[in-house]
């Protein structure tokens, strides 16, 4: 059965994408802010202060509520198309907006599972998981990317139980072998 991520995850996506956005403010501000200047000024009579002021601000106003429109829509479209299901075998996730990744990781190639909580997942109540395999590195610090398993937003209680069932799955299927 296919599982959703905790609800808390939006706020994750959206701040992730307000982040985004202030940093590519500073290159959109450079096409969109003269707009807002030149609108104002003209409004406001040809090389008038009030015009060039009027004009800041309400690309600010702007800037400012098209930031909250754009984390918000890609916060609720990120959630509602991230998946993972635990089979027989694999774990299975689905997750993208645009490009869909689909990532199957066999219980024989999981070797450690990690358990983080951020400071906005302690405040939210969620924690995320890191799957490490043999062969792939880890870099604790980049949110994931650096574990070939990763689930992102569980709760708490969620997350010990997949720490506590992909243990007893990679005790009992992968430790036969060796010497």
């Not at 450079?30 to 090389?47: K, S």
């Not at 098209?66 to 990120?78: D, S, W």
Request: net charge positive.
């Amino acid at each position: 059965m296919r599982k959703q991520l905790h609800p808390g995850a939006k706020w994750s996506f959206r701040l992730r994408t307000y982040f985004a956005m202030i940093f590519l403010s500073f290159f959109i501000g450079w096409f969109i802010a003269p707009f807002f200047i030149v609108m104002y000024a003209l409004i406001f009579g040809q090389n008038s202060i009030p015009g060039i002021i009027f004009g800041v601000i309400g690309f600010g106003i702007f800037y400012i509520i098209f930031t909250i429109i754009i984390g918000e829509i890609y916060a609720r479209m990120a959630y509602n198309r991230w998946f993972y299901e635990f089979t027989d075998a694999q774990l299975r996730t689905e997750r993208g907006i645009i490009w869909k990744k689909y990532s199957n990781l066999p219980y024989e190639r999981i070797q450690n599972i990690d358990i983080s909580r951020g400071i906005l997942a302690r405040m939210l109540g969620f924690s995320t998981v890191h799957i490490q395999t043999a062969g792939f590195s880890y870099a604790p610090n980049s949110r994931g990317m650096g574990s070939e398993g990763y689930i992102p937003a569980v709760t708490m209680q969620e997350a010990e139980h997949i720490r506590e069932f992909l243990m007893k799955k990679i005790s009992k299927n992968g430790r036969n072998q060796g010497l």
